[in-house]
């Protein structure tokens, strides 16, 4: 049997036949029911869209934090630095051990020049680096009658030095009597005091 011949359709088609008005008040709530599902499915877009949105946000963070590993090894680079840099510190027990230490090796470079008694020294105090704890900068300079080609091979024998020196100023003039003047700074790590010990 079809549909259409079926009782119940049957006895509803003449329900509405007998009242007009019934037809629409369905014809409502059909147009009620598609305007509920046109929101659920604009709700459920407007959703996809915003998770779309989020998911995008996490992918480029994801693609930024790609590039932190050339951080991290630039970070190890500075570390090796810095252990390659503290090596190159000789190590002294007190200030006035580096103060010395610079004050002695300025003499020997006068001392290799051909009229040390025209070449002065000066050794200023001991300042320590704040960015480098336990590490301190002597400044020192060497000034007198040098002719530029024994300025320049004094520069040399500084900029040579084992240790860490690094000239700061370098001032030649050349009047008759050929004077020189070289500032620099020397570096040198103090040594940790030994913990007290403490008595029983």
């Known amino acids: 049997m079809s549909l259409a ?60 934090l790609q590039g932190q590993d050339v951080w991290l090894a630039r970070a190890r680079q500075a570390s090796e630095l810095h252990r390659g840099l503290l090596a190159q510190l000789p190590q002294v027990n007190t200030q006035g051990a580096a103060q010395a230490a610079v004050q002695a090796w300025l003499q020997s470079l006068a001392n290799g020049t051909p009229d040390p008694q025209r070449v002065r020294i000066a050794v200023d105090g001991a300042s320590p680096v704040e960015a480098m704890p336990g590490v301190l900068r002597i400044r020192g300079s060497l000034q007198g009658s040098l002719s530029p080609r024994q300025a320049l091979n004094v520069a040399r ?44």
């Open 157 to 200: 024998s500084i900029e040579s030095a084992e240790n860490l020196v690094v000239i700061d100023a370098f001032d030649l003039r050349s009047d008759p009597n050929g004077s020189a003047t070289i500032r620099m700074s020397a570096y040198y790590r103090v040594a940790a005091a030994p913990a007290a010990e403490v008595a029983p």
């Open 5 to 64: 011949r079926h009782p119940q359709v049957i006895r509803l088609r003449q329900q509405l036949d007998a009242a007009p008005w019934l037809r629409w008040a369905l014809l409502g709530i059909g147009l009620l029911l598609a305007l509920f599902v046109l929101q659920a499915l604009e709700a459920t877009r407007t959703q996809w869209q915003k998770d779309s949105i989020e998911e995008e946000t996490k992918l480029r963070r994801i693609k930024a």
